[in-house]
């Protein structure tokens, strides 16, 4: 089995939650890419990987659902896109230091994300009694 057939079984084998915890590290991934390349003086690289990362953002962007609770897709609209932007300024200087204001929101997302999925499965244990 190649690693974009994992890749699809641990896709189409996981929760929600998950999927959304595969999103933040495949944005912070690529970001990183996008990082090293620029460091690397490889600019078409670095576009690429940039690229990925704006694309996994954008997912997350349209996975917001404001009928839900507004306030909090709107607070969570804004920090997508101001990686966004974030990534387009490194993409049109060159310049790394836009990449790591990204990173540093995308971590603190993923972090955060881990932690409430944790909260949740706890609670789910206690509600049935584990």
């Given amino acids: 089995m190649c690693s974009s057939d994992l890749l699809e079984e641990r896709v189409l084998s996981a929760s929600p939650e998950q999927l959304q915890a595969m999103l933040y590290e495949a944005a912070i991934r690529f970001a990183q890419l996008g990082r090293s390349r620029l460091e690397q003086r490889d600019l078409a690289g670095a576009s690429d990987a940039l690229g990925r990362a704006d694309a996994v953002l954008?997912?997350?962007?349209?996975?917001?659902?404001?009928?839900?609770d507004p306030?909090?897709?709107?607070?969570?609209?804004?920090?997508?896109q101001f990686c966004v932007?974030?990534?387009?300024?490194?993409?049109r200087t060159a310049e790394v230091e836009p990449i790591n204001d990204a990173l540093l929101i995308l971590d603190h997302l993923r972090r955060t994300w881990l932690m409430v999925c944790e909260?949740?499965?706890?609670?789910?244990?206690v509600a049935a009694g584990v």
């Fill in 85 to 91: 932007r974030k990534l387009e300024d490194a993409r």
């Fill in 58 to 68: 954008q997912e997350l962007l349209a996975g917001l659902r404001p009928e839900v």
């Fill in 119 to 125: 909260k949740l499965a706890e609670s789910a244990e």
């Fill in 71 to 80: 306030t909090l897709c709107r607070s969570f609209g804004a920090l997508y």
